[in-house]
């Protein structure tokens, strides 16, 4: 007999842990699974919402906070021709417009969007992965845009069409009304003082101070008012909700 | 010492409190306890393996409101060439093959802060390491205040886990402390209480670690951030209260470590047995 006691014993653990392990694997991979574990989503976000109310603001900071270095995430640099030749023109011919459910669909430039009133605020960004970085953003509110062109009584939703892609995918995010009218929500054209950088998402961003940094969507080109999430991507709401089972309120 | 009213107890062993040469048994666990005791064990455990793999996803600490990558870091966990690394302020500590550099059940070398048989899922997922560990944490906490509400009618916590002034004298400790290193455990009648050095492990696991971590836990929330505030001024910022959290959950693996050790030196069957039935079989007295 060649085989010592020691690695016998050691055998045994890494098979055992092997086999642990994958059927944890299993386990997570089972549909039932997913979708009792994803019931936590929803009870989450009621007792959030119940908890800060609609109004509640997400803490902002003096200049004195600043991040030295606002990192960048997600796409750096959106690809092809079309963003390219917006960012050489300075995104002088940039549109964002804004149509779907609302009674008077529009179509606005960048010199209409930076002249029209503006919220600053320095808030702190939370990426999902755990990091935070805190930056001064300008822009108008979102509630002015959609005051102008308003919203039917049918709308439930915005969905945020981006300019980038990720992966093979064209990135969207969505939000519900709580948060395109609450006081923080703004598009934003301006980082601590500066016009948005292209890697922080020009010339125009969502900002959502209460959620996580993947439902500020960057390089917005479309709003669209919808009464459901279905119609678009693969209908939960954004693409990382779409390809990666991340959270669509993404409020922790 | 009732059992009436005691719908998990199972049926007492014959020998229920009739002394025998010192032995005997105690009802020694109630069943609010047990429940939580197990449900908490899973909880836990599930939370800790998910929150290493969301770690995973950004394998740095900071102190303060914003941390990320260009920002100085007090712990780091990465690899640099064929090393694993373990930064802890000015300090590098090798760690190739457990942490920043190992390789996987399939032989494959990753470059994870964390290795695949600590995590929740085994390979890297940010995404499903969240499922888990916001499904667990409701769990984690719903239980934890059934136990508090429950330990507090039923005087787990008074009569039980609060130290009483004479277990507090430094002798008293010393003395358990001797006992312990000395592998000594009490015998008969006092057996039937808990130690000082276990009352203080179970306090400042139930009336420190689990608050502090559920806490540093929500300040990580940007919404709860805006509907109690004050929660980032209480730890210091987000990044702190993300430090805090893993400082916590490290906490809770030291813990579980020595209660393991201690519970197979103490007589695992008799006292796994006491945890799922309540029911628990007096040492004997050496005299």
């Not at chain 1, 606005?108 to 999902?128: E, F, G, K, N, W």
């Not at chain 2, 306890?33 to 950004?58: E, K, P, Q, Y």
Request: aromatic share 10%; glycine share 8%.
């Amino acid at each position: 007999m060649t085989i010592s006691r020691r690695r016998l014993l050691s055998g045994l653990a890494v098979t055992t842990g092997g086999l642990l392990l994958s059927a944890c694997d299993k386990i997570n991979a089972l549909p039932s699974v997913r979708s009792a574990l994803k019931s936590a989503e929803g009870l989450t976000m009621r007792s959030q919402r119940v908890i800060a109310g609609r109004d509640a603001l997400a803490p902002e900071f003096t200049a004195a906070d600043l991040s030295p270095v606002f990192r960048s995430n997600g796409t750096y640099q959106p690809a092809g021709s079309a963003y390219e030749a917006h960012r050489q023109a300075g995104f002088a011919d940039w549109k964002l417009s804004i149509a779907g459910l609302v009674q008077r669909p529009l179509s606005l430039s960048m010199a209409q969007i930076r002249s029209m009133p503006a919220r600053t605020q320095i808030t702190r960004h939370d990426c999902v992965e755990g990091w935070s970085a805190i930056g001064q953003w300008t822009g108008v509110p979102l509630k002015l845009l959609l005051d102008m062109a308003g919203l039917r009584s049918s709308a439930r939703y915005l969905i945020f069409r981006c300019a980038d892609r990720y992966g093979a995918m064209p990135y969207y995010e969505s939000i519900d009304l709580i948060d395109a009218f609450h006081p923080q929500t703004i598009m934003a054209w301006g980082l601590n003082g500066a016009l948005l950088p292209v890697g922080n998402g020009a010339p125009i961003r969502l900002r959502v101070e209460r959620q996580l940094g993947y439902k500020h969507a960057k390089y917005v080109e479309h709003i669209q008012a919808v009464d459901s999430l279905n119609e678009y991507g693969l209908g939960k709401g954004g693409y990382w909700e779409d390809h990666h089972d991340y959270a669509w309120y993404a409020g922790i | 010492m009732t059992t009436a009213e005691d719908p998990m107890s199972a049926t007492p062993p014959p020998m229920e409190r009739t002394a025998d040469g010192g032995r005997c048994w105690v009802k020694r666990h109630r069943w609010p306890t047990r429940l939580w005791h197990w449900v908490n064990a899973v909880a836990m455990l599930v939370m800790l393996m998910s929150g290493l793999m969301i770690f995973n996803a950004h394998p740095r600490l900071y102190w303060g409101d914003y941390g990320a990558n260009s920002d100085k870091a007090w712990l780091q966990i990465g690899s640099r060439g064929d090393k694993g690394l373990l930064v802890l302020g000015k300090e590098r500590f090798e760690t190739t093959g457990v942490l920043g550099l190992w390789t996987d059940a399939k032989g494959i070398e990753r470059r994870r802060a964390f290795p695949g048989w600590a995590t929740i899922p085994s390979s890297y997922s940010l995404a499903d390491a969240r499922l888990w560990h916001f499904f667990f944490a409701w769990i984690l906490v719903g239980s934890a205040m059934f136990f508090f509400v429950a330990s507090l009618l039923n005087g787990h916590f008074r009569t039980d886990l609060l130290p009483i002034r004479h277990e507090l004298a430094l002798r008293h400790i010393w003395a358990d402390i001797v006992a312990h290193v000395r592998l000594r455990f009490p015998t008969g009648a006092a057996a039937k209480r808990y130690g000082i050095l276990q009352k203080v492990a179970y306090l400042s696991v139930i009336a420190l670690l689990l608050p502090l971590i559920i806490l540093t836990g929500l300040t990580m929330s940007p919404a709860m951030n805006a509907a109690w505030p004050w929660l980032l001024d209480l730890f210091g910022g987000r990044q702190s209260a993300r430090s805090v959290h893993f400082l916590c959950a490290a906490g809770l693996v030291l813990f579980f470590l020595v209660h393991i050790a201690m519970v197979v030196l103490a007589g695992p069957i008799n006292e796994v047995r006491s945890m799922i039935t309540g029911w628990y079989r007096l040492p004997e007295d050496k005299a």
